[in-house]
Each structure stands twice: as C-alpha cells, then as structure tokens.
Nanobody, 117 residues
Framework: QVQLVESGGGLVQPGGSLRLSCVAS????????MGWYRQVPGKQRELVAS???????HVADSVKGRFSISRDNTKYTVYLQMNSLKLEDTAVYYC???????????WGQGTQVTVSS
C-alpha cells in the first residue's frame, strides 16, 4: 500500500521560508518522477514543482526563482524548499507522482502552509 506523508508546513510571514518534506512508502521511490502540488479551497489542485528520476526539475511560473524541489532516494523523500513566500502561496501542499509517471497514488493528508502577516 502506497503511503505519502507530507510535513513541514506552518505559519510564516511574507518573505519567509519553509521546507516541506514528503516521505513515500510502498513504492520503488527512485523509479518515479515526483511532484509537489497545492490546493486552496474552491480551486483545483495545481502542480507547483516536479522532479524526474534523473533529477531534472521544473517549477511553475508562479513560484519560479522562489521554490525548488529535490529528492533523496535513499530516504524515499522529496523536498520543496520555499523562499520569499507570498500571501498567495497559502494552500495545502501535497506530494504525489509527477508528470510522466505511470500512475498517481491516493493523496496524503497534505501539509498546510499559511503565509500571513
């Protein structure tokens, strides 16, 4: 059974930083592209950043230059480093397989990021 557990969210002021982590279990982690997604109430979940099995990364235009994604295959973990946070980054953040993956798994509980002064 695949399990995705996100952590690292919290309340931060505009301009602050957070590092999110997602630990995956039940999969051969290194074989899958991974992605970070976010969702705000009333809106569709959107892809924020992704990383391939070859560690090629892509980030959405809305977070370019501020967010970065990385992975540690030995820890079955994907990270999202978020800098220069803005009010509009407030959302629940989730990880899952990334673009090009053969499957997508059940969503975890996500981690809430709230940017507020």
């Amino acid at each position: 059974q695949v399990q995705l557990v996100e952590s690292g969210g919290g309340l931060v002021q505009p301009g602050g930083s957070l590092r999110l982590s997602c630990v995956a279990s039940g999969i051969t982690f290194s074989m899958f592209p991974m992605g970070w997604y976010r969702q705000v109430p009333g809106k569709q979940r959107e892809l924020v950043a992704s990383i391939t099995t070859f560690r090629t990364t892509h980030v959405a235009d809305s977070v370019k230059g501020r967010f970065s994604i990385s992975r540690d295959n030995t820890k079955y973990t994907v990270y999202l480093q978020m800098n220069s946070l803005k009010l509009e980054d407030t959302a629940v953040y989730y990880c899952n397989s990334g673009p090009g993956a053969s499957t997508q798994w059940a969503w975890g509980q996500g981690t809430q990021v709230t940017v507020s002064s």
